[in-house]
């Protein structure tokens, strides 16, 4: 063989790798939170809905703000995320149409074991984030502009605090890296339960605050609006979230845990949530 | 310790030939070695031609081709995610979250590093045969596939310096595949998402895996190397 035919036969073989595969395949692309991907929530329910519909749904894990860019760009059929308020705002500019209730899990927070702070066992929140700031106890925030970042940022307010200076860091980054973070700090932080039932680098952390009706942490789906983006994949991404909030997806969240604690609370028949 | 128990654990998932593992292995090697083979097709003659040929703006482009060889995988991934969006002007394409928008990532990063290495290994060549190919009757341009040829060694090296940048990067991909399990999920994003789950110990099984592969691979060329310069001698 003389160069040149080798390197069409090379040529021919990248491309061939290049390409996607020949058969199409039918799946939506949904824009998710990394607490739904990394709890093995969607490991866990994905697969039925698959299985009842040949619908494969492939998930892209972001934070909340992140997600939400992603359907408004139309890089996603359906965006599947928790700050209700964000997803109110994507739905009144037009990126997306109705949106849907689906499920709450709940905050807690995590803090080293020593408690610099005395907030253990408290069950009010807002009070427990006056505590920490006024010990100037070390606390890690997300600060990525995810939905557990805005519950914190509207804590805060709530507590009527700025928070500023050398005990609040700022990490900019997902649950997982900031639980590992916090657990080397150490430092107190907001997490989603089902990502720290999932987490094993804990540490000195434990769950120090938890069960305030304010930690309630509600997840919404909305399709993107193919009006907008005309690939959007309207009629597969309705079937996905109509299965999400039907008797039977909701029944395959609820079964769902991790060491026979119940991580997500399915509610898409609630009203005002 | 983490440490020794992942060495346990890696050898475990090998020896189980864990399918979830096998098809991340697999799909790690296919993005990296297609951007690798893009690259080699575009960087060899690309480089070459830029060691030998002689137009304005040449040392401009050299300055350029060594300077990306820096480019930050995160940035190259966020301008390649731009372009590919829905909303970006190659949106059309629909590729966006996909093994090939990966490879298209991974080729950009190594381009550079090919182009640079080959372009200094064929000048150097150059700089050295220069006059006999010339009394040859061959001009620059013309000796290109004798040089390549005669470099090859050098040239196996660049490539493996790029296979090297391609499968130990992590921002592009993560950023233009989205690490979407059993459709973009390499190697290196997995081990990102092991260790943003506290699972270290598998994360550091896996990346002892990539490690092995890496290695591997490099062996690999230098047996064929030693294999090649062996039947030179002989004949």
Known sequence: MNRRSVASVALAAALALALPAGAEERFITVASTTSTEQSGLFAHILPVFEAATGIEVRVVAQGTGQALETGRRGDADVVFVHARAAEEAFVAEGAGLERHPVMYNDFVIVGPGDDPAGIKGKDDVVEALAAIASAGATFASRGDDSGTHKAELQFWQEAGIAPSGAWYRELGSGMGPTLNTSAELPAYTLTDRATWLNFSNRGPLEIVVEGDPELFNQYGVILVDPAKHPHVKAEDGQAFIDWLISEEGQGAIAEYTIDGQQLFFPNANDAGV | ?235
């Open chain 2, 1 to 235: 310790m983490a440490e020794t128990s992942a060495f346990a654990l890696a050898l475990q998932l090998i020896g189980a030939a864990d399918p979830v593992l096998v098809e991340i292995v697999l799909l790690s090697l296919r993005v990296t070695l297609t951007a690798l083979a893009l690259a080699a097709l575009i960087g060899l003659p690309l480089g070459a031609a830029l060691a030998l040929a002689r137009f304005p703006g040449r040392g401009l482009a050299i300055v350029l081709a060594n300077a990306f060889m820096g480019l930050p995988p995160v940035v190259a991934g966020l301008v390649i995610y731009l372009l590919l969006s829905r909303s970006g002007p190659l949106g059309p394409l629909g590729i966006l979250f996909t093994p090939t928008a990966m490879i298209v990532a991974q080729t950009v990063l190594i381009l550079p590093i090919v182009v640079s290495l080959t372009r200094q290994v064929i000048q150097d060549l150059w700089g050295e045969y220069a006059e006999q190919l010339r009394s040859l009757g061959s001009s620059p341009l013309r000796a290109v596939p004798t040089l390549l040829w005669d470099g090859r060694f050098s040239l196996i090296t660049a490539l493996l310096a790029g296979f090297g940048r391609a499968s130990a990067e992590v921002g592009a991909v993560l950023i233009v595949g989205g690490n979407i399990a059993g459709h973009t999920r390499t190697m290196t994003t997995a081990i990102a998402l092991e260790t943003s789950r506290g699972a270290l110990e598998l994360a550091l099984a896996l990346g002892l895996i990539l490690l092995g592969l890496t290695v591997t691979l490099n062996a690999l060329a230098y047996l064929l190397a030693r294999l090649d310069r062996w039947g030179a001698t002989v004949a």
